[in-house]
């Protein structure tokens, strides 16, 4: 710009920022555009690759806490390997997907250890291979980049959202799953940038997708997925790969059925499920979410008022209603206190849809503070997830840890990073579960199957056992059974030759809850057999 003539004045010099700014934000031209379009889907599937090979290439677990709900996951893996099907030879809330991802692990790995760190993986790697298209096709780099980068961070991060930096745990990973994929899918709601073309066939096929990931692997997330695709019919642009989309799920769920078979006892066990745990979040419990996560809800709304004051709009009103509503809602329901999840994505697409629209030089103020705000509810959370990944790598790559004493258990390692107590009371279910492996040793007979009144039933997997045909993977006081709505016994231990009552159990309400409701049929048919420092067993009376 130096090296304008004198007599352009202010008009030129006006202009040449203008355009600049326009080459920058809006209009990155046909063919450079195109080219930075393949460079950013570049770096997503790239960055995928690399998460992914972190999980799955040492080949190994490694957990500080809820072990037991790690032990859930490997039991339904290990039932599929045997050729049993989720919701229809045993039961769960949880949707099939839970069970197939480290059943697929497994068979990838060819452990128990390595199970569920490659089936996340492939996840991983789907899911980067779809954020390529959607974020590449929608978004400008300087946005796309970091949302999705951040997205894939919280699939391949073995931890629970919310929590502290090095407590590694596989367990809850559907919910990853589905703020990860519910983020992608929020993306949509931008139309495609005009360097991009236009393909409904291939955004229809990835929204479908993400909302099929998302119902058969925790059906809430599926089901805000489904309402933001009618939200989105509204959109004129965009309707027609909406409309194909919605069809596709139709259609996908119907072959799905064909197959599966169990669709129907899915809603029945997500019916008992929620007979147990209550409907609607408590004001009690609304009002302890919104003051946990008070200061990105802060962030969110400043990011949403400065946006809605400079591209005022009924659709994007709207939009950042959906995300912070449907995000509180879903944490709601979740076993997490901190980290609504929609809101950085949310934050993120507005201000890509603002920019998108709009010269930088007419809002100077937002051009500065918006960044600020979207880096105070990306990067916290970015951070935190890369170091769990980073420390589990570390970890498992060593082969550091205690295993757990079970033999098809081995690869899984219990380690102490920042929490004695986790460690200590997770060390002691392990010392009970050593008893019981013993025990079984000297009673069972080949072919023998085995039930545990308590959380879950390590020992079919672990020990490789027949695991029973008609119960259920996950017993939880209060959410999947409860004093007044539970499985009937005769459907439970059908299948049953030995009943393990654990003196200790890892989740006390369940196991106390489980002992009192079939007390007076196991003392029916079953009788004392061995009762050891941390079990009593039962053996099926003889007919």
Not at 131 to 157: N, T, W
Not at 421 to 441: I, K, V, W
Request: proline content about 5%.
């Amino acid at each position: 710009m130096d090296g304008l003539p004198v007599a352009a004045g202010k008009g030129a010099k006006r202009g040449a920022v203008i355009e600049t700014e326009r080459s920058v934000v809006v209009g990155d031209g046909a063919s450079p555009t195109m080219s930075r379009l393949s460079w950013s889907r570049a770096v997503i599937i790239g960055a995928g690759v690399i998460l992914a090979g972190l999980l799955a290439l040492p080949g190994r677990t490694v957990t500080t806490k809820y072990v037991n709900d790690l032990f859930v996951f490997l039991d339904g893996a290990h039932r599929i390997v045997l050729g049993q099907v989720p919701n229809v030879d045993f039961h769960s809330s949880l949707g099939p997907l839970t069970f197939y991802i480290p059943a697929a692990g497994y068979g990838l790995s060819g452990s128990m250890g390595g199970a569920m760190p490659a089936g996340m993986a492939i996840v991983v790697f789907l899911l980067a291979a779809i954020a390529a298209e959607i974020v590449g096709s929608r978004m400008h780099k300087v946005f796309g980049l970091p949302l999705a980068i951040f997205l894939l961070l919280i699939v391949a991060a073995p931890a629970n959202p919310g929590e502290r930096i090095g407590e590694l745990t596989f367990a809850m990973f559907y919910n990853r799953i589905g703020w990860a994929s519910l983020g992608f899918l929020l993306v949509m709601y931008l139309p495609r940038l005009p360097a991009a073309g236009n393909s409904r066939a291939v955004d229809a096929a990835c929204a479908s997708f993400l909302v099929l990931l998302m119902l058969y692997t925790k059906i809430t997330y599926g089901v805000v997925g489904l309402a933001f695709l009618l939200f989105m019919l509204f959109d004129r642009r965009q309707i027609g790969w909406v409309s194909l989309a919605l069809g596709m799920i139709a259609v996908s769920s119907i072959a799905i059925e064909i197959i599966w078979r169990g669709g129907f006892n899915y809603l029945a066990d997500l019916g008992l499920s929620a007979k147990n745990s209550g409907g609607l979040l408590a004001l009690t419990a609304l009002g302890h979410l919104l003051r946990n996560n008070l200061a990105d809800l802060l962030v969110y709304l400043a990011v949403a008022l400065i946006v809605l004051s400079l591209s005022p709009g009924y659709r994007h009103l709207l939009f950042v209603a959906f995300c912070g509503t449907t995000g509180i809602l879903l944490i709601g329901q979740n076993f997490q206190a901190v980290g609504i999840l929609t809101l950085g994505a949310g934050a993120v697409i507005i201000t890509e849809s603002h920019f998108r629209a709009k010269l930088l030089s007419r809002y100077g103020t937002a051009r500065f503070a918006l960044p600020l705000l979207l880096a105070f509810l990306l990067l916290p959370a970015a951070l935190g997830n890369a170091a769990s990944l980073a420390i589990h790598a570390y970890y498992t790559a060593g082969g550091r840890g205690k295993p757990i004493p079970l033999p098809a258990f081995s690869e899984i390692r219990l380690v102490e990073i920042w929490s004695a107590g986790q460690y200590e009371y997770f060390e002691g279910y392990n010392r009970t579960l050593a008893d019981a492996s013993a025990a079984l040793s000297q009673l069972m007979s080949a072919g023998e199957r085995v039930a545990v009144l308590d959380f879950v039933n390590p020992f079919s997997a672990g020990l490789g056992l027949t695991p029973p045909v008609g119960d259920s993977v996950w017993y939880h006081w209060g959410r999947t059974l409860g004093p007044d709505d539970h499985p009937p016994a005769e459907e439970m231990f059908a299948d049953v030759d030995l009943i393990l009552d654990p003196k200790w159990p890892i989740e006390i309400w369940t196991g106390n809850g489980l002992r009192d409701l079939y007390a007076h049929y196991i003392a029916r048919h079953y009788a004392l057999v061995r009762e050891t420092a941390d079990w009593r067993i039962y053996r099926r009376k003889a007919s």
